[in-house]
């Protein structure tokens, strides 16, 4: 969420600078959008959602939402099973590994390219296991 999108909202709304000054008041709690914390900004937000308002999704969003290979993620969620039972590590290691790596918390929910990562990481761990 950001300013951005708030002065794109008030355009759009075709708020006078007195109006919106003072719904930024009667929602936040402020006079100027440079105020706001993060919270704030979402109340704000979801207020012009309310007045009517309909956030366009970014470039980026429509990017990331590609469908995922299936057959490649169980693939994928297969080796890495094979290479933590080789390294006798139970499921909890993968899922900390994705933690770590990725801010997911399970491995399962993990993308197709997330995945490879995890197998790639694994693969060096076993070389590191096999050095010692």
Not at 14 to 34: C, I
Not at 46 to 64: N, V
Not at 80 to 88: K, T, V
């Amino acid at each position: 969420m950001s300013l951005a999108k708030i002065h794109i909202a008030k355009a759009q709304l075709g708020l006078d600078d007195e109006t919106y000054r003072s719904l930024l008041a009667r929602v936040a709690g402020v006079r100027s959008s440079k105020e706001l914390n993060p919270r704030q900004i979402g109340r704000v937000l979801a207020e012009f959602e309310r007045l009517g308002w309909k956030p366009k999704p970014s470039s980026k969003a429509k990017s990331r939402a590609k469908p995922k290979p299936a057959d490649a993620g169980k693939a994928l969620i297969n080796k890495i099973e094979a290479q933590l039972a080789d390294a006798g590590r139970p499921w909890a290691y993968a899922d900390a590994m994705a933690l770590r790596m990725f801010k997911v918390e399970r491995v399962e929910w993990c993308d197709a390219d997330q995945l490879r990562r995890l197998v790639a990481a694994l693969a060096y761990d076993a070389k590191r296991r096999e050095a010692k």
